[in-house]
């Protein structure tokens, strides 16, 4: 029986290899069909791999996205991680000035680059600077009823990091401290952050440190009516008369230690025009330091006589 079994083996050889070689390439044509080689693309990021020029920082567009087009069989692409597949560049070697760098992509084994695009990103790389700022602390909302706030303990300055051009264009570092119905002295760490000139906050600069703790200090308030003193200058030669203030008293508020030092409070000195007799004005009222005060301007009117003594030479 064996040797029936050989001489069958060996019967038809090449028929027998032919019929194989068909056989197998039937079978990838029929694999291939059910799982063939297909292509799909996918928006993602560009990212900066961890690879910063010394003492310098690369700046592009933050929004700028890749779009990566992938092939393979149809069987991988159902059994995936999508946060495998980035878009990156790299600047190690790059020092300052603006280049054009190639964006590289991360995908899953198995996985073809069919293509990627942009190929390249535009990147303008800057020496990294420190600037020492002044910080500007601005209050934000009023104290208890009753009360005001006398004030605001913090560090004097803040250092800024980040490139050149923008740190320079840094006008301030700003923080606002929250003092909604506060009666009495609180803590409180504020955030802060870099602005221009127009108050827009400014990118890549980071603030050191990026909060500060304050302490508010806030009092009991006092107010009280005090006259007000029209500064009016006459003309050479002339002399005021009648003087009348409306109105003659105005309000002030603050610690019971500040108002109580002001007695009065004038207006802005102002000069009567020559050749007038009358003076009819509104005036502007000087600023007191420490103190609210509750009027901006009053209504002045007085007469302009020549002096007496000047009437009977």
Do not use: C
């Not at 054009?100 to 680059?113: R, S």
């Not at 293509?115 to 934000?140: A, C, G, W, Y």
């Not at 320079?168 to 802060?192: C, Q």
Request: no cysteine; glycine share 6%; charged share 25%.
């Amino acid at each position: 029986m064996f040797e029936q079994i050989k001489e069958g083996l060996q019967r038809n050889k090449l028929k027998k290899f032919i019929s194989l070689i068909l056989s197998i390439a039937l079978w990838f044509y029929v694999m291939g069909a059910q799982n063939p080689v297909i292509e799909d693309s996918y928006r993602v990021p560009i990212t900066l791999r961890d690879s910063t020029p010394q003492d310098n920082a690369p700046f592009y567009e933050a929004t700028t996205e890749a779009r990566v087009v992938l092939s393979a069989p149809r069987s991988y692409f159902i059994d995936y991680n999508e946060n495998d597949i980035n878009a990156y560049i790299d600047v190690s070697d790059y020092t300052e000035g603006e280049y054009d760098v190639k964006v590289e992509a991360n995908y899953p084994k198995g996985f073809e680059l069919v293509n990627i695009f942009p190929e390249t990103v535009h990147v303008k790389i800057e020496p990294v600077i420190e600037r020492q700022m002044d910080l500007e602390l601005i209050p934000s909302g009023a104290p208890g009823p009753g009360t005001l706030v006398t004030g605001i303990e913090s560090p004097k300055n803040v250092t800024i990091v980040g490139t050149r051009s923008a740190a320079y264009t840094v006008s301030k570092v700003l923080g606002y401290v929250g003092i909604i119905g506060e009666d009495r002295d609180f803590d409180l760490n504020v955030p802060l952050s870099a602005v221009d000139e127009n108050g827009r906050e400014v990118k890549n600069i980071r603030v050191v440190p990026a909060a500060v703790d304050v302490t508010v200090k806030i009092e009991p308030s006092v107010k009280k009516n005090i006259p007000v003193v029209a500064k009016l200058t006459p003309p050479a030669g002339k002399e005021l008369a009648n003087v009348k203030v409306e109105p003659s008293t105005v309000e002030i508020e603050g610690t019971a230690y500040d108002v109580n030092n002001i007695n009065s409070i004038g207006t802005v000195e102002t000069k009567v025009p020559e050749g007038s007799n009358q003076f009819n004005g509104v005036l502007k009222l000087e600023t007191v330091e420490h103190v609210t005060v509750y009027a901006d301007e009053v209504f002045v009117t007085a007469e302009i006589k020549t002096p007496a003594n000047n009437t009977q030479n």
